[in-house]
């Protein structure tokens, strides 16, 4: 990461057809991406360390503006999306790739998510279906066209689950006959192949070249060398709501990490790490796989865990999204941040998010 294009503004002149992929993932910044980058443009930085990446909404809008891009996220599913649309520039599934991957081939089930999963997110046939497909994931040797692939699967999922998450054994809500003030049912009645095919398409549209060398990483924070030469560090952490408590991405997409450890190292890793006795069966937490995400998911250590990370890249500029009922408050966190820098400026717009009614303000930090 380099300062050697620091005062030649760029930005990319993209085709029509790329555009960021959507999601329905929580705490995705894709709705509000374009003012984020609106905020910051101006702020003469290069370099650019995305560090809860997330979705990768942010990170690509920085990519699209000729900036050199660091992508880090602690989930491993995360990281294959920054993979995909971060780091890779030119990989992309052809329809033969999407047709193969749609392959039964020589896949006979029940597997290991039809066995272990049995009416708790998706039917027999989905179930069965989603065991197909890994197995057709793991025979990919090209890594960007796996994250793709993975990536595609991911958005899938989701979209089919009630709340879009994992944390519950609700299958139900799905299958109930009753009458709906809702259209979400048609989204979770649509075959899993259209839903991949869609986004196939939506992850192949957001791959492009910046002329830049942008990596994706998959560490702790902490772990992220403090030796870098970064710019701009973008800060997008778990929520913790002074209402609500924390926002516990690694209980609410287990099932996307399982599929990784199933994709990596076999249907054994992944049931290793399963809590068995519990219905929705999530991952088990103080695994080697959740690293060390609990500082952001305990009011107790949240503070400390944002001055450690202030200090860490006191040398760049900072730039946090918050929200107005996180902990810390608002005063906290300009409190925080001007122990390592001298002007604080926040901006803030009303958004709605998805699963609380009322608007919050989105809160943005900046500090230089």
């Known amino acids: 990461m380099t300062q050697s294009h620091l005062n030649q503004p760029y930005e990319m002149t993209l085709l029509p057809e790329h555009k960021a992929p959507s999601t329905r993932y929580q705490g995705s910044k894709e709705k509000i991406a374009s003012w984020i980058w609106e905020s910051i443009k101006d702020l003469g930085f290069d370099s650019f360390l995305d560090a809860f990446g997330g979705t990768g909404s942010v990170s690509w809008w920085a990519k699209r503006h000729g900036k050199e891009v660091l992508f880090n996220d602690v989930m491993r599913s995360n990281y294959y999306m920054g993979l995909a649309i971060i780091e890779n520039e030119v990989i992309r599934l052809s329809k033969t790739d999407v047709d193969d991957l749609l392959a039964k081939h020589d896949f006979e089930g029940p597997g290991f998510i039809q066995e272990t999963f049995r009416g708790i997110y998706f039917t027999d046939e989905e179930n069965s279906w989603l065991d197909m497909i890994v197995a057709n994931i793991k025979a990919h040797t090209d890594s960007y066209k796996r994250a793709l692939a993975l990536s595609a699967l991911f958005q899938s999922c989701i979209i089919k689950r009630p709340y879009n998450l994992f944390h519950r054994s609700n299958l139900y809500m799905r299958l109930a006959n009753v009458k709906r003030g809702f259209g979400n049912k048609a989204t979770w009645d649509t075959p899993f192949e259209t839903h991949f095919r869609r986004f196939a398409e939506e992850f192949n549209s957001a791959v492009f070249s910046n002329g830049r060398r942008n990596r994706a990483l998959n560490l702790d924070v902490f772990e992220i060398p403090s030796s870098l030469r970064l710019d701009l560090v973008y800060i ?104 390592y820098k001298r002007v604080v400026d926040v901006k803030r717009r009303k958004y709605r998010y998805a699963l609380r009614p009322g608007n919050l303000d989105e809160l943005l930090f900046i500090a230089t």
């Open 236 to 339: 997008d952490p778990p929520y913790f709501s002074e209402t609500r408590g924390p926002t516990d991405y690694y209980f609410y997409y287990h099932f996307l990490e399982g599929l990784c450890e199933y994709v990596e190292k076999g249907v054994h890793a992944w049931s290793s790490l399963i809590d068995h006795e519990r219905k929705p069966k999530p991952l088990r937490h103080n695994t080697p796989l959740e690293k060390k995400a609990s500082p952001w998911t305990k009011a107790t250590t949240v503070h400390k865990a944002f001055d450690r990370l202030f200090e860490r890249f006191k040398d760049s500029i900072l730039v946090v999204s918050y929200n107005s009922e996180g902990v810390p408050s608002e005063s906290q966190m300009v409190h925080l941040l001007r122990k």
